[in-house]
């Protein structure tokens, strides 16, 4: 599992560095097995500065080349000899200065004063892909006009250096599989010393703006699925994600995929509520169905695999067909693309066991089944499902157009332990105050209903 020290800093007002932030995860029981500094752009754009070329010529002895002289914000102008067929004077480009090393893929090469064809060059002119910002070598990347010559490019495209924990997770810490559970035992550790508190991001803003595209839910199966819930977003715009999740994304290396689904994957590491995100067009009879189907049925996967099903894989469906193994993987028929323009949301909890057998029987292990394997939060639900629902409006545009849907026919109970402290002083070998015992619990937000001289409740 790798927690973000950037993101967690968004939850928690914390000023200890990374190195301490470890030793107090380990310390809670979040051992951190690894340390590694992070960009998310190989390289973090070191070297890279914002010039703007103030004249521009063909090369006597090349076609494709053009001279250029670049200003980068020093006492004179750099040459460079630049091979991109839409340069020309008044652009604001990145310029390579000498000495910076460029990477691509698991290659790299640094930028050194030459003669190309004859003619004299300082730097370099970049593309897209020579910078690690996509793949695109069509030619260089041309910036706004308002772009400030000689700063760096990293902060024009808020690249961010970051330092990622590997947390080592035993099974019954599954609480601690989100970037909310590492913040929540890192103020109640530092809380014991000064007061320190964290927060979730309030969606409090949450509320319909309409009701034209309702989406009806049937659990057919309540033992396997105890609560399902959804919501429509109708008139989104599917495209890249912004810098700032593409950074959250890339530092946990994963890999932005669209603004929709890198929201759900971002939900996913930040509460550790697994989400999905279907092509609302897709769900046949505006219904969703959370039922098994006959034993050998077949389901085609994202991955594009044909799978046979077991009669105890319990399946997300519509009037007509499997969409979704639940809690595992989704289906290739009814997940969002470009050309998706309605969304339907799922939040839900699976039970642990049906989760455990389902993913091992078809040998798949993702993000969504780990989780519920060793048993998400119910009470988790609602709240993910509202936060990524309005960073989609945030990002992608579009309405909410119907309420939550909750199916949630038998609550799950609190869990409830009795805590004697003679045991707790047995375990821990020595004694520690009461007073200390009720601020760690409620800091770690763990609901004390009853007290006595020997434990509580």
């Not at 730097?123 to 308002?146: F, P, Q, R, W, Y």
């Not at 007073?435 to 001289?453: A, D, G, M, P, Q």
Request: with cysteine; charged share 25%.
């Amino acid at each position: 599992m790798k927690i973000s020290y950037n993101w967690l800093k968004e939850y928690i007002n914390m000023n200890i560095g990374p190195q301490e932030t470890a030793d107090i995860l380990t310390n809670t029981g979040l051992e951190v097995e690894g340390i590694e500094r992070c960009e998310s752009v190989k390289g973090g754009l070191e070297g890279i500065v914002i010039g703007e070329v103030k004249s521009c010529k063909k090369h006597p002895n090349a076609d494709k080349l053009s001279i250029t002289t670049v200003d980068i914000g020093q006492d004179r102008l750099l040459n460079i000899v630049c091979g991109a067929p839409n340069v020309k004077a008044g652009q604001k480009v990145p310029v390579a200065i000498e000495g910076t090393t460029l990477y691509q893929g698991d290659e790299s090469f640094k930028i050194k004063k030459t003669k190309i064809r004859g003619e004299f060059s300082e730097a370099m002119i970049c593309a897209e892909d020579e910078l690690g910002l996509g793949t695109s070598h069509e030619g260089i990347i041309v910036l706004d006009d308002k772009a400030k010559v000689g700063t760096p490019v990293r902060d024009y495209f808020d690249i961010e250096t970051d330092v990622v924990f590997e947390i080592g997770l035993t099974p019954n810490r599954i609480d601690g599989a989100s970037h909310f559970g590492a913040a929540r035992d890192l103020a109640a550790y530092l809380n014991q010393s000064r007061k320190t508190e964290w927060s979730k991001p309030s969606v409090k803003a949450f509320r319909p703006d309409n009701t034209k595209n309702v989406i009806d839910v049937v659990i057919e199966n309540p033992v396997a699925c105890p609560r399902y819930a959804g919501v429509t977003v109708s008139g989104v715009d599917v495209g890249d994600s912004p810098n700032w999740l593409q950074n959250r994304l890339k530092s946990i290396r994963l890999v932005p995929i669209n603004n929709i689904v890198d929201i759900t994957n971002f939900v996913l590491y930040e509460t550790g509520q697994p989400l999905h995100a279907f092509d609302a067009d897709k769900i046949t009879g505006k219904k969703i169905i959370v039922k098994t189907l006959k034993d050998g049925a077949i389901f085609i996967t994202l991955d594009e695999i044909k799978r046979e099903l077991s009669d105890e894989d319990l399946m997300i469906c519509n009037e007509e067909e499997g969409m979704c193994i639940a809690g595992v993987f989704g289906g290739i028929n009814s997940g969002v693309t470009e050309k998706t323009k309605n969304i339907f949301l799922e939040s839900a909890y699976f039970d642990p066991l049906y989760i455990r057998k389902t993913a091992k029987r078809h040998g798949l292990n993702t993000d969504a089944s780990f989780r519920f394997e060793r048993g998400a939060d119910p009470d988790m639900t609602i709240y993910a499902l509202k936060r990524a629902a309005l960073l989609v409006k945030e990002i992608a545009g579009g309405e909410i157009s119907s309420d939550i849907v909750d199916e949630y026919p038998t609550p799950i109970p609190d869990f409830k332990v009795n805590l004697m402290y003679s045991n707790l002083e047995r375990l821990a070998g020595k004694k520690i105050n009461s007073k200390v015992i009720k601020n760690i619990l409620t800091s770690l937000e763990i609901k004390i209903i009853n007290e006595s001289e020997e434990g509580l409740k």
